[in-house]
């Protein structure tokens, strides 16, 4: 597993599909929740579409799952997916956060940042990196991706076989929202993921508004819901019949707590 260090706050970003890019418009008005709403999510380019024709997208903010290929210094990676065609793409780690990636080829990373042409004076200088010039001499001028999120990207089937492995981590999942508790709780349905079993959502943002059937990205950290613990760290707005209800339902099962939460694109 490999660490990485950098120097700003995370941001927490969606599981697409693995040929899809989501383009998130940065010039909305800022909303009163953070939670990104349908009209801010603009429309979807491939992989392929980032990596040969990246310079289209300078200045937009994405969102991509694929592979790490392989690591370039202590901040960044090349990001590998079969949709990128014959090039992959250079993230470089702005997060702010420590963070555990899985060795090269072994799983998948969800990747949230803005699309910038490479000026290693100006990217150290913007967000407190220390790139090493030799190693990034290759991609100077050139498009990469200043990550504001990484998380792990969970295979279907991992979550419910082994919730362990991913306690206490940042993860992106997306999923139906299939029943509203609260303005702030809810729980989302991907068969394929959690089985038979919904996940629970705890947030402090408001859920986004979803028709039926459509699908939602959710990041945050995984935790086993322990009601004693949920009571005291989080402002939870439940009367006592919905308390009831979840602690029935998902006493010590999986919870996402999510740091962001907006319409998927898939």
């Given at each position: 597993?490999?660490?990485?260090?950098?120097?700003?706050?995370?941001?927490?970003?969606?599981?697409?599909?693995?040929?899809?890019?989501?383009?998130?418009?940065?010039?909305?008005?800022?909303?009163?929740?953070?939670?990104?709403?349908?009209?801010?999510?603009?429309?979807?380019?491939?992989?392929?579409?980032?990596?040969?024709?990246?310079?289209?997208?300078?200045?937009?903010?994405?969102?991509?799952?694929?592979?790490?290929?392989?690591?370039?210094?202590?901040?960044?990676?090349?990001?590998?997916?079969?949709?990128?065609?014959?090039?992959?793409?250079?993230?470089?780690?702005?997060?702010?956060?420590?963070?555990?990636?899985?060795?090269?080829?072994?799983?998948?990373?969800?990747?949230?940042?803005?699309?910038?042409?490479?000026?290693?004076?100006?990217?150290?200088?913007?967000?407190?990196?220390?790139?090493?010039?030799?190693?990034?001499?290759?991609?100077?001028?050139?498009?990469?991706?200043?990550?504001?999120?990484?998380?792990?990207?969970?295979?279907?089937?991992?979550?419910?076989?082994?919730?362990?492995?991913?306690?206490?981590?940042?993860?992106?999942?997306?999923?139906?929202?299939?029943?509203?508790?609260?303005?702030?709780?809810?729980?989302i349905d991907e068969e394929e993921l959690f089985g038979d079993e919904d996940l629970l959502v705890i947030s402090q943002m408001a859920a986004p508004q979803?028709?039926?059937?459509?699908?939602?990205?959710?990041?945050?950290?995984?935790?086993?819901?322990?009601?004693?613990?949920?009571?005291?760290?989080?402002?939870?707005?439940?009367?006592?019949?919905?308390?009831?209800?979840?602690?029935?339902?998902?006493?010590?099962?999986?919870?996402?707590?999510?740091?962001?939460?907006?319409?998927?694109?898939?």
């Amino acid at each position: 597993m490999i660490d990485f260090l950098s120097r700003k706050r995370r941001l927490a970003a969606g599981l697409m599909l693995a040929a899809s890019v989501t383009v998130v418009s940065a010039c909305a008005e800022t909303p009163t929740a953070e939670t990104t709403t349908e009209e801010e999510a603009a429309e979807n380019v491939t992989q392929e579409e980032l990596s040969s024709g990246a310079e289209g997208l300078i200045g937009e903010t994405v969102s991509v799952r694929g592979e790490v290929e392989e690591i370039i210094g202590e901040a960044s990676f090349l990001f590998e997916d079969e949709a990128f065609g014959e090039e992959s793409v250079l993230v470089i780690n702005a997060s702010g956060e420590a963070l555990v990636l899985p060795d090269p080829g072994d799983s998948e990373v969800q990747v949230t940042g803005e699309v910038q042409q490479l000026v290693i004076a100006d990217v150290e200088s913007e967000y407190g990196l220390d790139l090493d010039p030799e190693l990034y001499v290759d991609y100077e001028d050139r498009p990469v991706v200043i990550a504001q999120s990484i998380a792990l990207a969970p295979d279907p089937g991992e979550l419910t076989s082994n919730p362990e492995l991913y306690y206490n981590q940042v993860i992106a999942v997306t999923g139906e929202i299939e029943e509203e508790y609260s303005p702030t709780t809810f729980s989302i349905d991907e068969e394929e993921l959690f089985g038979d079993e919904d996940l629970l959502v705890i947030s402090q943002m408001a859920a986004p508004q979803a028709q039926d059937g459509e699908e939602v990205t959710v990041t945050g950290i995984l935790r086993p819901y322990i009601a004693a613990e949920f009571e005291n760290e989080y402002d939870l707005d439940w009367d006592l019949s919905v308390q009831e209800e979840i602690e029935a339902e998902y006493s010590e099962k999986p919870v996402l707590v999510a740091d962001e939460v907006y319409p998927s694109a898939m």
